[in-house]
């Protein structure tokens, strides 16, 4: 027989995959000794099984009633018992945590007649007060009953009574609210509210096991790359009190401040509360501080129990408590979710106080938090107007377009802010649509703060000086008011809101790498630096850049990298310099061709002499010309009222030159092997800029790669062509010539292109391209979304390498071409080579190097240095660590858009 229940004191923190990281965590501190209310978690294995049978399995009710015979034992309190009666709370608990996106029911266990045994230990208000929250939160959990609806009953009542508050509702409000709330369960549902407690646990936590497929939760899930087959856990545990008068209370704790890292005690405490209250933001809450003044010995003892969990954890840990009447329990702890920043900085501090050792501190962070860290911050010179300041809940730089709704949020377009007094796990489309988040309402620990940070998205909540109005679209604050539509700018860094749209300032993580900050300058740029370096000393992988001009070399350099993995020459055609293209195009003849040839010459090598002294020393991959000469020319529609002569020969060779399939046309090699010429006065040029440098004392190191060869002929009649113009020139040192793999059909020949190649450098933009048969300039915006949501990509195969496929190739070509030509070097100039997920693909693959764009440089970096790690040898409990090990990092946010 399988076991579907475990009580509390029978689990451990390991077993994530079976209790979820809640029940997982609920033992361990049960183990450790720490106040935890007694309880029983039912496995994800029970939840996978019922939604695969759309019934509970069998003996799940007989199981939970032994264990509820333990808590009932433990509390010496019965179950249903009229005079003394036990309650329960039932939450949700996934392997990974997702924030509010599941189901919890608290008080379970109130009835008509408990109600009575309850107000009797605990006061009449107390006890309706419990009842009413249970009915709403049953209805809306098992039944399905808008929440709105019994949020809107109590409004009412509120503005009946005429009071501010919940906690002003006397005793009577309550008991004629819990009336209504029946009568709206009743209209629902047809039948009266349960008055069976059995029946209320069994309902709620099959109801619980339903809400893993709810559809914020597949979306959450799908955002976080979290795989949809895991399942929940259900934690039942006994209800303990926050709710009871002014010596009891609710909280969330942090072992160090999530935002920055910084040691010391974190949290939010609110008094005479229910957890939910804090997590909703609905209620504005103290600083964790102020529980030392309200009750030192509980506050003593909740800082003991984060010592106990940081010391056993070796993490950050954040904490969920209740006091009731002085006495302190522990309801939750995990490894908290942290921003960038502070996962550097406190991987960091934990090397320093020898919790940990560096190739722990490298697993914590990632290179998705990197990048984060290199995005920019806004530039105050101008002395933008401030209109108000929030809690600087995470952290960024955002400007866009108010918008007050999560629907409008996500259908909108351009960059937008989304504005609500507090969030809810509704409001995630929107979320994720925005740029960023404002709330007036809420502290560190609201949904939207929490939500926010675990996405990385910029968010500022509790401004409270924001009267915000959904109805209305519109929020006042003081004399400004902002309507949909105007521009804001929250920083999450300072908390501070912004009318209108800010410049923006490099990070500091960006000014150390370009030089203008030193390594000490600051706890966060100490970390990012010390980390980074440990990484070099690991990884395999080099590391290079894509790089067309002097400047992006020269910043690549400061940035790390070991030389330029491609250099796309087309981009030096571009400007003045498409006359001479057009005039190639339009040339009747080899001599108008030599001649225009003659002229681009020295243009050309001016450019190589400058990568080539920005980069002198290190390797510089020149690729010969790529794209269709036409894409050179104006369009069509530019050149329909031609009227001069020179206009209409163009347009005549628009017309001529038109390809259906450009990127599957005479490009690349073919180009070179068309236009008599063209691919020789670029060899030239490198030939000469490089005799230049070296006469200049430089130590010049061009390569000469070909693009788009499918068939080593292509190659070899190139190559030819490339070795008779450089024994012309004298001065140079040899120059390598290779090929870039990004045809399907050079992937499968590799073995024969390696007799002609000195070096591969895989495409693999062009390579996914041609191997699913994507446009790689259309399908992002057709049907690849809907590709995503049908659950076809977890990614995009053009931001994360698909390895079932494209990486066979890959495999493949690396096999074939070193078994051709050993020692073969191979590398990787796609967009994937700054991509976290896809560096640890190439590492595996054995590749040399990978290249990307200047800013991920310091990114593929570190994430080259972690695949370097020693594998399945984790020893912490990091989030990050523990997602990387089964679904592999996640990719990261393009942010070379300088
Ligand atoms: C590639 O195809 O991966 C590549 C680097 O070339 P481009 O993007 O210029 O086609
Ligand atoms: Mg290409």
């Not at 001529?656 to 090699?669: A, D």
Request: net charge negative.
């Amino acid at each position: 027989m399988r076991t579907y229940v475990y009580d509390f004191a029978d689990g451990d923190k390991d077993m994530k995959d079976l209790l979820g990281g809640k029940g997982a965590n609920l033992a361990e501190m049960t183990r450790l000794g720490l106040p935890v209310p007694p309880g029983f978690t039912v496995t994800t294995e029970a939840c996978r099984c019922y939604l695969a049978e759309g019934v509970a399995p069998a003996g799940l009710d007989e199981e939970m009633a032994t264990h509820l015979r333990r808590i009932e034992k433990t509390m010496n309190r019965g179950f249903g018992d009229p005079g003394d009666p036990l309650l329960l709370s039932v939450r949700s608990g996934g392997r990974f945590s997702m924030p509010g996106m599941m189901e919890t029911v608290l008080d379970i266990g109130l009835t008509d007649v408990t109600v009575a045994g309850l107000a009797a230990h605990g006061g009449e208000r107390f006890a309706w007060d419990c009842y009413r929250r249970l009915i709403s939160m049953y209805g809306s959990t098992v039944e399905g009953i808008p929440g709105s609806e019994f949020e809107s009953a109590l409004a009412a009542l509120r503005r009946e009574r005429e009071v501010a508050c919940d906690p002003e509702l006397a005793a009577d409000d309550l008991r004629e609210l819990v009336d209504t709330y029946k009568e709206i369960f009743r209209a629902h549902t047809g039948t009266g509210f349960p008055q069976d407690p059995v029946e209320q646990l069994g309902n709620t936590v099959l109801a619980v096991f339903r809400s893993w497929n709810t559809e914020r939760a597949r979306l959450y899930r799908r955002a976080e790359h979290i795989p949809d087959d895991l399942g929940t856990a259900v934690n039942v545990m006994a209800m303990v009190y926050g709710n009871r008068g002014t010596g009891s209370g609710t909280g969330v704790a942090f072992t160090r401040d999530p935002a920055t890292g910084a040691r010391g005690v974190y949290g939010d405490y609110l008094p005479d509360a229910q957890g939910e209250d804090v997590v909703a933001g609905i209620r504005d809450t103290l600083p964790l501080q102020e529980l030392a003044r309200l009750d030192r010995r509980c506050f003593e003892e909740l800082t003991r129990a984060m010592d106990v969990l940081e010391h056993r954890y070796r993490d950050l840990c954040d904490i969920e408590f209740t006091i009731e009447g002085g006495r302190l329990w522990m309801l939750q702890t995990r490894v908290g979710k942290r921003t960038a920043a502070a996962a550097f900085v406190i991987a960091a501090q934990l090397v320093d106080e020898g919790v940990i050792d560096l190739d722990e501190a490298l697993r914590r962070v990632d290179g998705v938090q990197l990048g984060r860290l290199m995005f920019p911050r806004f530039d105050l010179s101008g002395s933008p107007e401030q209109i108000a300041v929030g809690v600087p809940a995470s952290p960024g730089a955002a400007s866009g377009r108010a918008v007050f709704d999560s629907r409008r949020a996500a259908e909108a377009t351009g960059p937008v802010i989304l504005v609500r007094r507090e969030t809810n796990p509704d409001d995630l489309p929107g979320m994720l649509a925005a740029r960023g988040i404002l709330t007036s309402r809420g502290g560190k620990t609201s949904h939207a703060a929490v939500v926010a940070r675990g996405m990385g998205r910029t968010c500022v909540c509790g401004a409270g000086d924001l009267d915000v109005d959904p109805q209305g679209r519109l929020f006042r604050a003081g004399s400004v008011t902002v309507r949909e539509g105007d521009m804001i700018s929250v920083d999450g860094t300072t908390g501070t809101v912004y009318l209108g749209e800010l410049p923006v300032t490099p990070s500091p993580v960006v000014r150390h790498f370009e030089g203008d900050l030193d390594a000490g300058s600051g706890p966060l740029v100490s970390a990012v630096s010390r980390l980074l370096a440990y990484a070099d000393t690991l990884r395999r992988l080099g590391v290079q850049a894509n790089a067309d001009t002097a400047e992006d070399a020269a910043r690549a350099r400061r940035f790390g990298a070991a030389g330029i993995g491609l250099c796309r020459t087309e981009h030096m055609f571009l400007g003045p310099r498409r006359a001479l293209v057009e005039r190639l195009i339009l040339a009747e003849g080899e001599q108008e061709i030599q001649a225009v040839l003659e002229e681009l010459l020295p243009l050309q090598r001016a450019d190589f002499v400058g990568v080539l002294a920005a980069m002198d020393g290190l390797p510089v991959t020149i690729r010969l010309i790529d794209p269709p000469l036409h894409e050179f020319l104006p369009s069509l529609e530019e050149l329909l009222g031609a009227v001069t002569g020179r206009e209409r020969a163009l347009l005549a060779a628009v017309r001529r030159t038109h390809e259906s399939n450009p990127m599957l046309g005479l490009r690349g090699v073919r180009l070179g092997l068309a236009i008599p010429g063209l691919f020789a006065m670029q060899v030239r040029a490198i030939g000469e800029a490089c005799a230049i440098r070296v006469r200049d004392g430089g130590t010049p190191r061009p390569e000469i790669m070909i693009p788009l060869v499918g068939d080593v002929r292509e190659l070899a009649l190139v190559r030819a062509e490339a070795e008779r113009v450089l024994a012309g020139i004298g001065d140079a040192p040899p120059i390598p010539i290779g090929t870039m793999i990004e045809v399907p059909r050079a992937a499968l020949t590799a073995g024969d292109i390696a007799g002609q190649a000195e070096f591969f450098s895989f495409g693999t933009n062009d390579l996914t391209q041609m191997t699913w048969g994507f446009s790689r300039d259309d399908v992002e915006a057709s049907f690849l979304p809907q590709y995503l949501r049908l659950g076809v990509f977890e990614t995009s195969p053009f931001e994360t390498i698909d390895r079932r496929g494209i990486g066979r190739l890959i495999e493949l070509a690396v096999k074939e071409g070193r078994d051709a030509r050993p020692g073969l070097r191979i590398g990787v100039c796609g967009e994937h080579g700054g991509d976290p997920a896809s560096v640890w693909f190439f590492h595996d693959a054995d590749l040399d190097y990978v290249s990307c764009s200047p800013y991920r440089v310091p990114v593929a970096r570190l994430e080259a240095g972690r695949a370097a790690l020693p594998r399945g040898a984790e020893t912490g409990g990091s989030v990050g660590t523990e997602r990387c090990a089964l679904v592999g990092v996640t990719s990261v946010d393009r942010i070379d858009a300088s």
